[in-house]
Nanobody, 119 residues
Framework: QVQLVESGGGLVQPGGSLRLSCAAS????????MGWYRQAPGKQRELVAA???????NSADSVKGRFTISRDNAKNTVHLQMNSLKPEDTAVYYC?????????????WGQGTQVTVSS
């Protein structure tokens, strides 16, 4: 069974920083793309940033220059460094990973971590 466990959310003032982390555990063969999505109240879940096993990244225009995604393949972890946070970044952030297990690729999701940007 594969699990993704997030940590690092919380309350921060506008302009502040937070670092989210996600660790994959369990039985699997390989992890390809890992990423972060977010969902604000009343809105659809959207991609924030993603990174492949080779280190290629992409991110939403709204976070470019402020958020940085990184991963440690040896530890099966992905991180999201969020700087210059804005109130509109408030959302539940979800870790996502494409994982190979038993010959099949499947998407896995973490339980979500709340990020609130408010003064």
């Amino acid at each position: 069974q594969v699990q993704l466990v997030e940590s690092g959310g919380g309350l921060v003032q506008p302009g502040g920083s937070l670092r989210l982390s996600c660790a994959a555990s369990g039985s699997f063969n390989r992890i390809e793309t890992m990423g972060w999505y977010r969902q604000a109240p009343g809105k659809q879940r959207e991609l924030v940033a993603a990174i492949t096993s080779g280190g290629s990244t992409n991110s939403a225009d709204s976070v470019k220059g402020r958020f940085t995604i990184s991963r440690d393949n040896a530890k099966n972890t992905v991180h999201l460094q969020m700087n210059s946070l804005k109130p509109e970044d408030t959302a539940v952030y979800y870790c996502n990973a494409a994982i190979l297990y038993g010959g099949h690729w499947s998407p896995y999701w973490g339980q979500g971590t709340q990020v609130t940007v408010s003064s």
